[in-house]
């Protein structure tokens, strides 16, 4: 149980483009979801939390115009990445908080990741 | 100051050999304390998770908390080329509260 995808897994584009990338929630509900940039041998650096129905909350620093958050609905949270430049050249994984009986764990679960190049 | 520190290591231990992976931190209001386990190119995997300070044992692996030290560990008893990967600490101030992650320490221990 408890099981996070994130898609794609990895995307190379070109400089200008903008990238989304999805983070599904497979066996539960998540009122919030978390994303993270992770770079090489550095730890994860939350970029916003997610609310479901409601406007993400963005860290100090992270561009929200940049990063698009979308949290449609309890099971399904999207970033886009906009006009992507190679320093945004990253890892981002996803998180989410089961939502059971009505209450929100505060566990967090982690998607595989998503591997972003930008040429 | 970082708020979280860890070794980056890496640490190679031969297998069987009992490993101790540590962090310290500088917040004294964190309460909540995690270890993940954090395969290459994978996401975070949660080993455990404890409230405040004393131990905390799941089969090979005992988490320890000192809150006066603002020191916590995780002990990986019986290790196994399987359990290398890299090891996050992260901790948070209240249970709905943002996690705070160390960098991690990559672990190998070899056959």
């Known amino acids: 149980g408890a099981v996070v995808s994130q898609h794609p897994s990895r995307v190379i584009c070109k400089s200008g483009t903008s990238v989304k990338i999805e983070c599904r929630s497979l066996d539960f509900q998540a009122t919030t979801m978390f994303w993270y940039r992770q770079f090489p041998k550095k730890s994860l650096m939350l970029m916003a939390t997610?609310?479901?129905?409601?406007?993400?909350?963005?860290e100090q620093g992270v561009e929200k115009d940049k990063f698009l958050i979308n949290h449609a609905s309890l099971t399904l949270s999207t970033l886009t990445v906009t006009s992507a430049h190679p320093e945004d050249s990253s890892f981002y994984i996803c998180?989410?908080?089961?939502?059971?009986?009505?209450?929100?764990?505060?566990?967090?679960?982690f998607g595989p990741g998503t591997r972003l190049t930008v040429l | 100051q970082k708020e979280v520190e860890q070794d980056p290591g890496p640490l190679s231990v031969p297998e069987g050999a009992i490993v101790s992976l540590n962090c310290t931190y500088s917040n004294s209001a964190f309460q909540y304390f995690m270890w993940y386990r954090q395969y290459s190119r994978k996401g975070p995997e949660l080993l455990m998770y404890t409230y405040s300070s004393g131990n905390k044992e799941d089969g090979r692996f005992t988490a320890q908390v000192d809150k006066s030290s603002k020191y916590i560990s995780l002990f990986i008893r019986d290790s196994q080329p399987s359990d290398s990967a890299t090891y996050l600490c992260a901790m948070k101030e209240t249970s709905y509260d943002k996690v705070i992650f160390g960098p991690g320490t990559s672990l190998s221990v070899i056959p």
């Open positions: 998180s989410a908080r089961p939502l059971a009986g009505g209450k929100t764990s505060d566990t967090q679960y």
């Open positions: 997610s609310n479901e129905g409601s406007k993400a909350t963005y």
